[in-house]
């Protein structure tokens, strides 16, 4: 049986995987989105129960590549003011939208609601042929091509295609068949993550307070709920995860104070065990790796997605100029080009993240008075201050055409 042709196969239907294929649309790419979980399924692993607070750069990501609206149709919560405090110290920071001229820092949203509004907008606009449930077994690349070998519930299929995109996550299996390594470091950490009540709601507010066992999150939904993201030391997890919803109130509300009031009605507990996963080149024969196969990262400062959007606006952007002067997309100039403009958000937002852990989780006394000196600094240094919003919102550097609210190509 001959096999079946693509121009490119992404390896993960996932927020990242699904976001490419819908960007690639405008390029005319014949593509295949390989995806292991039924999207419709309670146990997809991507478009699970969490909260995701979207940076502005994101949003118009997911605008350009026409899923927004669909999303913000079944609400977004803005995010107008943000608390950063440590917790049993005096160091705090406010961030507010206004002082930035923007309507908001950024947008909290379930992940199912992107997933699942990432793959209607796939079917509607026919942007790739999805092969779901289906789990790819084996890449093979030579120079020509790649042969990828997919398990369909049972039956096999062969793809040959010229380019294949590796995001299938974090614990990616298919990084080692095209030879990408990857390091891997444990942070020791689980994030708890489920919904309370408040009694004294804080419309538009986030906190992001940072405690001696990780920081503790809360972000605002819709009404009075609050999602919150507790990291807690794996080994107290179990603990946090099996105590009574008495005794989990108690302790979250010791953890995080009385900003919003007594916390109640906490809903179904769930965990994330968190690791840094880093690959040194992204680049392979006829193979790409981004997101989290690329870069899972702690979500302290809700970068993870964010950060992968920014590939996924990269890499569209780099594979249709290569295409508008035909030049074979598969070919290791053009992957370089995409790994050479990536490099810097990639390595800066991870080194970012990690320094933040290690600070925080410092209780030296020279660095606790320093870290607390530097957020209390931060609310009369404006320029340090938007340098560092930019930063998180997606805003700095060399703007992929997406975030510039641009097509594609000229
Ligand atoms: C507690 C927590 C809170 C977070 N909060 C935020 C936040 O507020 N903001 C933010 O920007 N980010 C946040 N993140 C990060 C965000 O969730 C991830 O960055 C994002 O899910 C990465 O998407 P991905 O598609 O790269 O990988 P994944 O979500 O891991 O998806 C990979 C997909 O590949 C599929 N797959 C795997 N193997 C195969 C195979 N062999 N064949 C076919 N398919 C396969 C899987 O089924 C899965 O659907 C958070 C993460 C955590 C853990």
Same mark, same amino acid.
């Given at each position: 049986?001959?096999?079946?042709?693509?121009?490119?196969?992404?390896?993960?239907?996932?927020?990242?995987?699904?976001?490419?294929?819908?960007?690639?649309?405008?390029?005319?790419?014949?593509?295949a989105l390989v995806e292991a979980v039924s999207f419709r399924s309670g146990t997809q692993p991507s478009y699970d129960e969490k909260m995701l607070s979207l940076a502005p750069a994101s949003c118009r990501i997911l605008d350009g590549i026409g899923a927004w609206r669909a999303i913000k149709s079944h609400g977004v919560t803005p995010i107008e003011h943000i608390y950063v405090s440590d917790r049993g110290n005096w160091g705090k920071t406010r961030l507010s939208a206004s002082e930035f001229g923007i309507p908001a820092l950024g947008y909290v949203v379930s992940a199912r609601v992107v997933?699942?509004?990432? %793959?209607? *907008? @796939?079917?509607?606009?026919? #942007?790739? $042929?999805?092969?779901?449930?289906?789990?790819?077994?084996?890449?093979?690349?030579?120079t020509d091509g790649v042969s990828v070998s997919v398990d369909t519930e049972g039956s096999a299929v062969r793809i040959r295609c010229r380019l294949v995109i590796l995001a299938d996550g974090g614990t990616s299996t298919t990084r080692g068949m095209v030879g990408i390594e990857a390091s891997a470091k444990d942070y020791g950490q689980t994030a708890i993550l489920c919904t309370v009540t408040s009694a004294s709601p804080r419309p538009g507010t986030a906190f992001e307070r940072?405690?001696?066992?990780?920081?503790?999150?809360?972000?605002?939904?819709?009404?009075?709920?609050?999602?919150?993201?507790?990291?807690?030391?794996?080994?107290? %997890?179990? *603990? @946090?995860?099996?105590?009574? #919803?008495? $005794?989990?109130?108690?302790r979250l509300q010791v953890r995080f104070g009385d900003w919003l009031g007594q916390l109640t009605s906490p809903s179904r507990r769930r965990p994330y065990a968190l690791k840094l996963i880093q690959v040194k080149h992204p680049v392979g024969r006829r193979a790409l790796v981004i997101g989290n196969a690329a870069h899972t990262i702690h979500p302290v400062a809700a970068q993870g997605f964010n950060l992968g959007l920014r590939d996924v606006a990269v890499l569209a952007e780099v594979l249709a100029t290569h295409l508008k002067h035909d030049r074979d997309i598969g070919r290791k100039e053009v992957l370089n080009n995409y790994r050479d403009r990536r490099r810097h958000d990639i390595r800066n937002t991870t080194r970012f993240t990690d320094a933040l852990i290690r600070i925080f989780a410092n209780e030296r006394p020279h660095m606790v008075v320093g870290r607390n000196i530097v957020l209390n600094a931060l609310n009369h240094l404006p320029d340090a201050k938007s340098a560092l919003m930019k930063r998180a919102m997606g805003l700095n550097g060399n703007l992929p055409r997406l975030i510039r609210g641009l097509s594609l190509i000229d």
């Open positions: 049986m001959a096999d079946t042709q693509y121009d490119i196969v992404i390896v993960g239907g996932g927020l990242i995987g699904a976001s490419l294929a819908c960007a690639l649309k405008s390029t005319g790419l014949a593509i997933g699942l509004s990432l %793959v209607r *907008r @796939i079917a509607d606009t026919h #942007a790739a $042929e999805l092969y779901c449930p289906a789990k790819v077994t084996a890449v093979e690349t030579d940072f405690t001696s066992t990780g920081p503790l999150a809360m972000l605002p939904t819709t009404g009075d709920r609050y999602a919150v993201v507790w990291t807690a030391k794996t080994d107290d %997890v179990e *603990r @946090i995860l099996c105590c009574s #919803a008495e $005794e989990f109130l108690e």
